[in-house]
């Protein structure tokens, strides 16, 4: 199983504050992601790269941003946090396996946004 | 884009018996498909995946299902256990476009 490391793993923070969320893999892996998830809920895509300076919005639109600036991280920021941003962050990285794109996630960053 | 379907949304089931979890997807292209399984309060993480050259996959207790021609795909589990409760994703993707695209997820549940 693919290692992907998320810091902070719990993080509350007052609103307007600017927070960036840390995202590192050690398999070498092109592709990385970011989801968005409400406790048991929908997975929303809200950044891909698909390897080095090379980053996509995805399904669901953020205020946040990222960088890709090392094969292994993968930061996302928010310049000034809500609570509408309250919700946990999950961190993936992928590698091809013949037909397909086998997707590993993070543990998870829960953010609550005061 | 992709657009994947999931059902049902909650489902119940007495311990011992089977589940079943379809999905529907819209992109004919669309040639990979995996489940993911997520434990309360843990990460999703990859139970099995079928591959659009093959019509049915096993590991264990649990089965996947594909049919091209009608565009849908199910898990099975069968023999459930406390263990199996959690809540489960489906997903499709194609080759060329190689981004995953959720269901909306099924919180299955096992009754002792």
């Known amino acids: 199983e693919a290692d992907i490391y998320q810091t902070p793993r719990y993080l509350v923070i007052g609103t307007g504050k600017k927070i960036t969320l840390e995202c590192s893999q050690t398999m070498g892996h092109d592709k990385m992601y970011w989801y968005q998830q409400d406790p048991g809920m929908e997975l929303h895509l809200i950044h891909y790269s698909y390897g080095v300076n090379s980053t996509e919005k995805g399904d669901l639109s953020s205020e946040s941003t990222v960088s890709r600036i090392r094969t292994e991280h993968f930061p996302l920021t928010l310049e000034s946090a809500r609570p509408s941003h309250t919700s946990q962050y999950l961190c993936?990285?992928?590698?091809?396996?013949?037909?397909?794109?086998?997707?590993?996630f993070g543990e998870g960053s829960w953010l609550t946004v005061v | 884009g992709e657009n994947v379907e999931q059902h049902p949304s909650t489902l119940s089931v007495q311990e011992g018996d089977s589940a079943v979890i379809k999905c529907t997807y819209s992109?004919?292209?669309?040639?990979?498909f995996p489940w993911y399984k997520q434990e309360l309060g843990k990460r999703p993480q990859l139970i099995i995946d079928?591959?659009?050259?093959?019509g049915e996959k096993k590991d264990q207790r649990i089965a996947v299902t594909l049919n091209k021609t009608a565009k849908h795909f199910s898990l099975h589990i069968t023999e459930t256990q406390p263990e199996d409760s959690a809540v489960y994703f489906c997903?499709?993707?194609?080759?060329?476009?190689?981004?995953?695209?959720f269901g909306t997820g099924t919180r299955l549940t096992i009754i002792p």
């Open positions: 079928i591959r659009s050259n093959v």
């Open positions: 993936a990285s992928s590698e091809r396996q013949g037909l397909g794109n086998t997707i590993y």
């Open positions: 997903a499709g993707s194609n080759f060329g476009n190689e981004k995953l695209t």
């Open positions: 992109d004919s292209a669309s040639n990979y």
